[in-house]
């Protein structure tokens, strides 16, 4: 009986040891062998693209990217103003209007630039008409406790490579896409009440050359937000006082929708 119990427990043994021998190998082979579903395809309708995302032709394509404002954290509709200004396009397009958002809360331009020559961003890129871009919020943010006077030096290099980041992701972008509308969002106040005539210089500095890089770009175009939140900061921001509610991504929507009109 003894001799039966123990072949009985190593036939069960064998068995586990080759159940784990067969997942391990089926774990290897979906994760290096082809997935048809990652290889863009293009037909006559759509284009298809990783995940399996598909374009129709005919449609209206937004992509989204850069950091929380971007993704639309603080809404308490989750649409941000990407979602909104979606929603305001589709009343005036027959088409089907698409959006995509490949934002990152807390990013900088640096990790935004990385994105943008992601090979995931390639393709979103490639088929958009327009790009919303909010960036370089979370960079001004470290001086929200400085001495504006005795760290001059450090906000310009941080303002250089903040520059210098965007010019290349504007390239990039060109790159893959020469006739997409690019969007970019100013900076509002992101200091808070106790705000002086410094930290008011460090943002029109920042929004100033934001807009000088934006410029040499004939088909983009530069959405000021500070005269929006500044007189509306109670209305418009939740209760962190940096990000906007559902009435300050309106709004910003709504300065979109303007200038594309225009």
């Not at 003894?2 to 021998?21: C, E």
């Not at 992509?63 to 404002?69: K, T, V």
């Not at 470290?142 to 903040?162: I, P």
């Amino acid at each position: 009986m003894k001799k039966i119990i123990v072949h009985g427990v190593t036939i069960i043994a064998i068995a586990v040891i080759a159940v784990s021998i067969w997942g391990f190998i089926t774990s290897i082979s979906l994760t290096t062998g082809k997935n048809d579903k990652y290889v863009a395809k293009e037909d006559n309708n759509a284009v298809e693209v990783k995940n399996s995302i598909k374009y129709d032709k005919n449609s209206y394509n937004i992509l989204a990217m850069g950091d929380s404002l971007a993704k639309g954290t603080g809404d308490e509709s989750n649409k941000g103003f990407a979602g909104n200004f979606a929603d305001y396009l589709q009343t005036k397009t027959s088409k089907s209007v698409r959006l995509d958002n490949l934002a990152i809360n807390g990013d900088t331009s640096d990790g935004l630039l990385q994105v943008v020559k992601s090979s995931e961003a390639a393709k979103l890129i490639k088929n958009s008409n327009i790009i919303l871009i909010s960036i370089g919020g979370n960079e001004i943010t470290k001086f929200k406790n400085a001495d504006v006077s005795s760290e001059e030096g450090q906000f310009k290099a941080t303002q250089d490579s903040y520059l210098n980041n965007l010019k290349n992701i504007f390239n990039t972008i060109r790159g893959q896409n020469k006739n997409c509308k690019i969007v970019c969002i100013g900076l509002y106040n992101p200091f808070g009440e106790n705000i002086n005539s410094d930290k008011i210089k460090l943002i029109d500095d920042w929004n100033s050359g934001t807009q000088d890089v934006i410029a040499d770009d004939s088909n983009a175009v530069f959405i000021p937000t500070y005269d929006l939140f500044r007189y509306n900061a109670q209305s418009y921001l939740t209760i962190d006082n940096f990000h906007p509610n559902s009435a300050g991504y309106i709004a910003i929507a709504k300065r979109i929708e303007e200038a594309v009109k225009q």
